[in-house]
């Protein structure tokens, strides 16, 4: 019987081809951005998580201000984890890690530069699940000056040879020597924080490049913590008792922790290990996921009630046949269930052949793999089941028909059913001008956060980089460095030159960050973090800040200087309302008194995500980055080409054992808002792919239309009736339902996207006209489709419609 079923369907499928492409190249759209969107979700959601990894929190600080605590930096302090560990049995153990980001590794006269590393605890591998491909794991970070690489470095470092009890150097040449204790296991879980390398956290306590931190406990927070708690802790009180927990020496600022697995899509704080995902993206591409694919399915629904009509002879024929109504509904719905197979099928065939396209666009390594079950069976089971309760109504619908009414021909759709239809279509409209107008936004704030001028120049700028200049520096080097820089002045392309630690888009990785500044009148402040870095007095001029007042500091005859400059944002956190009373004024923070030497207008240092901060800029001599003008008339790709390797050359002659990089700051400054712009297009995308599947259903259904009503509107033309009126009478109903879900879609919109910009600190505006364009452009698209069809039926000769008659 069965068999049977499957054969009337495929014939059905294969005689109504308009109806089959229109349902199948529909859904196999729709299942392939559902399936797409979601391995895009599920790889953001699957950072951080392991066997355990529900029991691990990390800790970090919270900053008293205007009388409540605010989330702070994402770091804590050295003894936060000893402590609290010592404080509260419920953690079971805690692990430390202390960045080393662009580190230099050296072998011999080798160098190995910008790579990642991380000061670690024993307790790393415990925490967080980890396991060694070579090295005893209980002893590989227990001794100083022990090292673990991960297999990709090590064969970079090594070649083929045994990486175990090789030696090398970290920083500089000064450093002293690190055996290698131990290889990392492969591992391609998703984690907010990656090392090429593991340093054992004793070594901290020796080595010379730590020199000046070793002092510090409770007033240095550069450290991850994270810890490890008891099953059976009560999570929320364990963090409330966190909070509550006083240190003397942090009387404005309070200990509190947030879930290991949250963190990459919840957490947005100051020194973040990494740029992180963000939920509300997740959520609205989710969204975007379930529109989509029941828009295919509200298509199906749609044209299968529409052509139930045509199918009532069938149905009355079987009934009276002898066939029972379970019968009809169960052939009913195994046509759906061939119907989706087939269109789910052609859908993962898209998804496997545009998937690595969809990894580059939006930056991610997404797979899909068919041997694992527990990544398909929650995507191909929701879409099934959909595909199952999309196809039940239809079914139902067909095979209610009263055989002598259906054998007459008299079958009409009830009124309920044209409501249903209706409420369809509406459903459909509303999703599309939700869409178009998410679209638009995303877009402008974009092109906002791209044109807004941010206070300083960023073009024709690029940062030289390399080991050496993370060196402490010599006479030899400063000799060096001084000819560099008068080698690259006599280039006709270079315009200026300066020395930087960081540079606006720089992140805060470089930023000092500091509390307790003591005011010029005398008054200390414990509570606002302020961020500042050293630049040498040229800075200025490159980077074509303006001064609202006084001038850039200057050096004394000792090649120093005590001065500052301000930006705007600072002096009136100072409480001083006129700028040109600060300068020459004094403050106090590093253990040293500070001269004010002038206020700059304030800039964008870390893009308009977030607000202004507070910003100071010291004198510094050598930086870690040398900035490098160019001349505009080397605005050419070739030009700047050119100019670059002449630079390199002449770097690599005065600096042959050092490495050389270089970033353009506008492209670094831009870089910030990659995730945006992918996550812009990605929404462009797949809401014209959203459009194109609600634009084939309604063809379809209006091409159904215009066949029912085709005797109606060849009686309409022999009584007079124009092709205007002709398009009027079948397209008004369109232009209603447009309407109505329009009136619906602006409210949800305009909450949706504003709920989206509240991640901006600066955001485009909302304008009127965004949601009229969008409601315009459905109403086209409606209009464009239903006409094609009603233009057809309005010139066609009203003889060949009546001629049966």
Partial sequence: MYKLYLKIAARYLFKNKLYSFINIFGLAIGVASFVLIILYVNHEQSYDTFEGSEHVQRVYMDYLEGGEYVPGDANAYIV?????????????????????????????????????????????FEIFDRTLQKGDISKALNEPYSVILTPVLAKKLFGTEEPIGKTLKILDSESPLFTVTGILNENSRNSHIKNDFL????????????????????????????????????????????????????????????????????????????????????????????????????????LSTAKSLERAKETGIRKVAGAQRPQLIVQSILESILLNVIAISIGLVIVVLLLPLFSTYIDKELTLQFSNIDTLFPMIGFVLLGALVSGIYPALVLSK?????????????????????????????????????????????????????????????????????????????????????????????VKTIAGARTYPGGGYDALNSSAGITFPDGRRDDKRITYNYGVDPTYFELMDMKFVAGRPF????????????????????????????????????????????????????????????????????????????????????????????????????????????????????????????????????????????????????????????????????????????????????????????????????????????????????????????????????????VSWQSFKAAVANPVDALRDE
């Fill in 199 to 302: 340093v054992s956290f004793k070594s901290f306590y020796t080595w010379p490049s730590f020199e000046g931190d070793w002092e510090f406990t409770w007033n240095q927070n550069m450290y991850f913590t994270y810890v490890k708690l008891d099953p059976r802790t009560d999570v929320a009180l364990l963090k409330q008792k966190i909070m509550d927990f006083k240190v003397e020496a942090l009387p404005f600022e309070r200990h509190n922790m947030e879930p290991l697995e949250d963190i990459h899509l919840t957490s947005d704080k100051p020194y973040e290990a990494e740029t992180n995902g963000s939920a509300k993206r997740v959520g609205f591409l989710s969204a975007i996921a379930l529109i989509i694919i029941v828009l295919s399915w509200l298509n199906y629904v749609n």
């Fill in 401 to 493: 028909y009263a055989p002598a009414t259906a054998l007459k021909g008299k079958v009409r759709t009830s009124k309920s059913g044209i409501a249903i239809r209706k409420g369809l279509i509406v459903g459909q409209f509303l999703a599309t001008i939700i869409l178009l107008a998410g679209t638009f936004i995303v877009t402008k704030q974009i092109r906002f956060l791209q044109n807004q001028p941010i206070g300083v120049e960023l073009d024709q700028v690029v940062a030289l980089s390399g080991q050496v200049l993370n060196t402490m520096p010599d006479s030899l080097f400063l000799n060096n460095l001084k000819a560099f820089k008068s080698e690259l002045g006599r280039y006709p392309f």
């Fill in 554 to 785: 200057r050096e004394n005859a000792q090649g120093t200087s005590n001065e500052v400059v301000m930006n705007e944002k600072f002096v009136r956190f100072m409480g001083i309302s006129n700028m040109e009373d600060a300068v020459n004024k004094t403050v106090h923070f590093f253990n040293q008194d500070w001269v004010i030497s002038g206020v700059i207008q304030d800039y964008h240092h870390f893009g308009l995500k977030t607000d202004i901060q507070p910003m100071l800029l010291r004198y510094e001599s050598n930086g870690d980055n040398l900035l490098v003008k160019f001349d505009k008339t080397m605005a050419s790709t070739a030009g700047l080409s050119l100019a670059i390797s002449q630079i390199e050359n002449k770097w690599k002659e005065l600096f042959p054992q050092s490495t050389f990089t270089y970033t353009f700051l506008d492209q670094n400054f831009e870089a910030q808002y990659n995730e945006d712009k992918a996550f812009g297009s990605a929404f462009q995308i797949f809401t014209l792919l959203a459009i194109l599947i609600a634009s084939m259903g309604l063809f379809g259904l209006t091409s159904y239309t215009v066949v029912q009503r085709k005797k109606e509107i060849g009686v309409r033309k022999v009584n007079g009736a124009t092709i205007t009126q002709v398009l009027a009478l079948l397209n008004k109903d369109f232009v209603k339902w447009v309407l109505l879900a329009f009136v619906m879609a602006v409210p949800i919109s305009w909450y949706a996207m504003g709920k989206w910009l509240e991640g901006f600190a600066y955001q485009t505006t909302m304008s009127w006209w965004i949601f009229a364009l969008a409601g315009i452009t459905a109403l086209g698209i409606a209009l464009l489709t």
């Fill in 80 to 124: 936060t984890g000893p402590t609290l560990k010592e404080e509260f049995p419920e953690i079971l153990d805690f692990v430390r890690l202390r960045q080393m980001n662009g580190v230099a590794l050296l072998i011999g006269e080798t160098v190995f530069d910008n790579k990642k590393g991380s000061l670690a605890d024993p307790s790393y």
